[in-house]
């Protein structure tokens, strides 16, 4: 029985990731499993009919029998109609309005990458990449953009080949342009988010995409530099801040390595963090300060500026602390580049002396923060706690407790809690019930969390979960069932199962250990 459940679990997981996501909303699935649901239940109904054995009751097991059917036999013609009709659509779209009330929603859309919202806002428009603002439109925030895009450019002696990984479109892009490029290249996982920009695409869109120098990229940015053989002098992460693992490992010390290889000789990276130009909260400063201590263990040179974001430029070849306001300015006007906020007097104010060992000294206080890698991500710990300060301030001081928690703590807390059945096993050395009561429970422990370290592990090295989680439960209840399986065909040839199953406690303990 376990094995045919597990087996359906895996056909199931195979079907979600192969044949549902990207084709179907969750309503219309909800719907075809509704539908599968009770069809099954109605052939269970239908082979339990024979199997009235008293008189009495017959008649009235005759009634109830027929009343199931007839229920089940509604529910799945309306389940049917649900996933095949509109119906199913209104629903969807209903449920997707309250979910973004009381903002306005003019579109949603599914891929196998995620969900794509756009909102609206009086007279802007906001795409959300699962539930993460991405693009503005018609308005882009000019001074955060202009700052990201046009420092490093400007910090570049001669541009020519830039990367901009991720919210290119709606602002971007187009400063970047203004600069006298020869190829800007464009990286942007999900195709539909382009698509849906496009739908509602305002001039300056318009002359991002028409632009022969912008070569768009559909695929992730990660994997993109993994493969490729070329080579920028700018490199800009235009990204939202490290709340998932998807987003955390574009801020890793290996990433940093892998932009660093693509970087040319005088190139630069830029990324932003959220900043402030009078107070930094403990959560910004332990953001901004690991990702600091990140990029110096990749760049020799690593220059923060502050703003309302606060800038970081990183480099392995130009002394970034040395860029002066008037070289920059002077570049800005022989590049003859057009800006509403990067002007002369902007330049000497961000890169101010004063501004900047302000910052320093905000950022280099003992935050007790660490280096931000794929497996061990601090940077989404530490962007988590910010994000909980600004919707739940009272509970902003239980993340810097639970960061002091060591490992050796958590495991002194788990043998205390197995204490009781371990007493309970040594007074009925007789009875070996308590003892596998206990290996029973220690090892569905064990596996559930195993799944969930292979699952996040999976998302750190591979970036989204959207398709592939289904697969990834599925290939474990294919384990769990052919595991059972294996075990009812040898259950009669086993002699001594203690040993065995002492054999299997060995075998997960060692795959622990090659995890770990």
């Known amino acids: 029985v376990y094995a045919l459940e597990s087996l359906g679990a895996f056909a199931g997981g195979v079907a979600f990731t192969f044949l549902f996501v990207g084709r179907a909303h969750p309503i219309e699935i909800a719907f075809s499993l509704g539908a599968l649901s009770m069809g099954c239940a109605l052939l269970l109904i239908r082979s339990a009919r024979g199997r009235q054995v008293s008189c009495e009751t017959e008649d009235r097991g005759a009634r109830t029998h027929s009343v199931l059917v007839a229920v089940c036999m509604l529910l799945v013609g309306f389940f049917l109609v649900g996933a095949v009709s509109p119906l199913g659509d209104r629903i969807q779209r209903w449920a997707t309005q309250k979910k973004w009330s009381p903002l306005g929603l003019k579109e949603s859309g599914e891929s196998i990458y995620g969900n794509i919202a756009v909102l609206e ?12 603002p991405t693009i503005t ?13 046009h420092l490093p450019l400007l910090g570049h002696a001669d541009p020519q080949e830039v990367l901009v990984l991720g919210g290119g479109l709606g602002g971007v892009v187009a400063e970047a342009l203004k600069h006298p490029l020869e190829t800007l290249y464009y990286t942007e996982l999900d195709p539909l988010l382009i698509r849906m920009t496009e739908q509602y695409a305002t001039p300056l869109v318009r002359l991002e995409l028409g632009n022969s120098r912008t070569r768009i990229l559909y695929e992730d940015g990660r994997f993109f530099l993994r493969k490729t053989k070329l080579r920028f002098d700018v490199a800009i992460i235009n990204l939202p801040e490290a709340a998932t693992l998807q987003l955390n490992r574009f801020f890793t010390k290996e990433f940093f390595r892998l932009v660093r290889r693509h970087l040319r000789p005088g190139g630069l990276l830029a990324l932003s963090m959220p900043g402030s130009s009078s107070y930094l909260s403990p959560e910004i400063v332990r953001m901004s300060r690991c ?42 006007e022989k590049r003859g580049v057009e800006t509403s906020v990067i002007r002369p007097y902007q330049l000497s104010y961000v890169m101010d002396p004063w501004q900047g060992r302000w910052l320093r000294e ?27 300060a600004e919707v739940q301030p009272g509970l902003r001081g239980v993340f810097p407790v639970v960061e002091r928690i060591r490992f050796r703590v958590i495991l002194v807390v788990l043998l205390l809690l197995n204490l009781p059945f371990a007493l309970w096993a040594f007074r009925r050395k007789a009875d070996r019930t308590p003892a596998l009561s206990f290996a029973i429970l220690s090892t569905g422990f064990v596996g559930m969390a195993m799944e969930l370290v292979i699952i996040l592990t999976f998302q750190s090295v591979y970036g989204y979960l959207y398709q592939w989680i289904g697969f990834l439960i599925a290939a474990f209840m294919a384990g769990l069932g052919c595991g059972a399986f294996l075990m009812t065909q040898m259950s009669g040839r086993i002699r001594d199962g203690y040993r065995i199953f002492w054999l299997l406690e060995c075998l997960q303990l060692g795959f622990l250990l090659v995890s770990a």
């Open 121 to 132: 806002l009086g007279d802007q428009l906001m795409l959300y990449q699962n539930g993460i």
């Open 137 to 149: 439109l018609p308005y882009p925030d000019a001074a955060a953009v202009e700052t990201l895009v």
């Open 291 to 332: 990702v600091w201590d990140t990029l110096e263990e990749v760049f020799p040179y690593v220059r923060p500026l502050p703003g309302e974001r606060i800038l970081f430029l990183a480099s392995r070849d130009v002394p970034v602390d040395s860029l002066l306001p008037g070289l920059l300015a002077a570049r800005l």
């Open 362 to 388: 905000a950022l280099q206080g003992d935050v007790g923060t660490r280096t931000n890698r794929d497996l061990s991500p601090s940077l989404m710990y530490y962007t988590l706690a910010y994000k909980n």
